[in-house]
């Protein structure tokens, strides 16, 4: 019945005209930017997979890449007193759940999770952007992995700091869910810190991933976190999308530059970029969540720019029904990772 649901949900990719398995084939970008006003999810397709060793009671914070014909994601795996990053490839979303599933070994931290991957094209390498715990630091590490073969999950390298918490680390406040873009000549590094405060920090392009050196304020709103930013396709424009508290919902904001100003588009609850005010199953799903919590958007390629198209968003994320967390801690949710497609309102 379950493997029934998800190619349901597939087809109703399909008939939106967002199905294709490679993002790069992408058509026109529309002339500005307009928030998803509804949008349909998938069943899930990747939950926590039951076994003896390691067993997991959430999959969270996706990061997505397709590459050489099949969908690379990692995530945040919630294990016995454990976070940890999983990996898993498959060809098309149906196959999702049943794909094996790699914990990657490059770090002995006990915390390690909310990945970010990426291709930087100027070291021609594969990126893993991650926050990681290290006992008697005051900070989390900024921390980063690297790879020429994305499909190896075992040739990622041991964990290094982009930031270590030390002296010399300009980050005000430690804050989580690090996120690198860049443009033609800085690589940004834009974190949140839960108390509605967006952080941004720079380095010119040839230095990254060092050379962080200043940190500013980059958005005060009502925001909480789980902030990741696009450039957007044909529009000259950035956008980044930020998750807010309580019952999970994202918000959206644009800006011209990277180090530019951020002008709200959608952002309350009434008018989100997606949350439970706009969205509702697909044909043939069941309701699961009511929560749209740390997602990403499917890119139009995969190097550092972070680039989308405008025209065809899709957004992989975390998601359970509200219900479900009563009598529970954070690290008690089951989350499960289902993808939210924009669909045509009369």
């Known amino acids: 019945m379950k493997s029934v649901i998800l190619v349901a949900a597939v087809l109703v990719f399909a008939s939106t005209g967002m199905a294709q398995e490679k993002s790069g084939s992408a058509g026109p970008a529309r002339a500005r930017f307009k928030e998803p006003a509804l949008g349909e999810y998938t069943a899930p397709l990747i939950a926590p997979e039951k076994r003896r060793q390691d067993p997991s009671r959430a999959q969270k914070d996706p990061t997505v890449v397709f590459h050489e014909g099949k969908w690379h994601v990692f995530m945040t795996v919630k294990l016995p007193g454990m976070s940890a990053i999983e990996y898993c490839a498959f060809d098309k979303w149906e196959n999702a759940d049943a794909a094996p599933r790699t914990i990657l070994k490059i770090s002995s931290s006990k915390y390690y999770c ?144 990277l180090d530019g100003k951020w002008t709200p588009v959608a952002d309350t609850a009434d008018k989100p970029f997606a949350g439970w005010k706009n969205i509702r199953p697909a044909a043939g799903v069941q309701p699961w969540t009511d929560n749209v919590s740390h997602g990403e958007l499917i890119r139009d390629g995969n190097d550092q720019t972070m680039t989308v198209d405008p025209g065809k968003l899709r957004f992989v994320f975390q998601g359970m029904l509200d219900s479900e967390k009563a009598g529970k801690g954070y690290g008690g949710f089951s989350w499960r990772i289902g993808m939210l497609t924009p669909v045509s309102t009369p």
Not at 153 to 172: C, F, H, M, N, V
Request: proline fraction near 4%; charged fraction near 25%.
């Open 114 to 257: 909310a990945p970010q991957v990426f291709y930087f094209t100027p070291h021609r390498k594969w990126y893993l952007i991650y926050q990681m715990g290290v006992p008697g630091a005051k900070k989390m590490w900024v921390a980063y992995s690297t790879t020429t073969d994305i499909a190896d999950a075992d040739s990622w390298t041991q964990a290094q700091p982009i930031l270590d918490g030390g002296e010399k680390d300009p980050r005000e406040q430690g804050g989580l869910d690090y996120w690198i873009i860049c443009d033609d000549e800085r690589a940004y590094l834009f974190l949140t810190s839960l108390n509605g405060k967006m952080w941004r920090l720079w380095t010119d392009l040839k230095d990254f991933p060092k050379g962080f050196e200043h940190c500013e304020i980059a958005l005060e709103a009502r925001i909480f976190e789980a902030s990741h930013t696009y450039k957007l396709k044909g529009l000259n424009k950035y956008l980044t999308i930020i998750e807010e508290n309580g019952r999970r919902y994202y918000k959206a904001y644009l800006a011209d530059r």
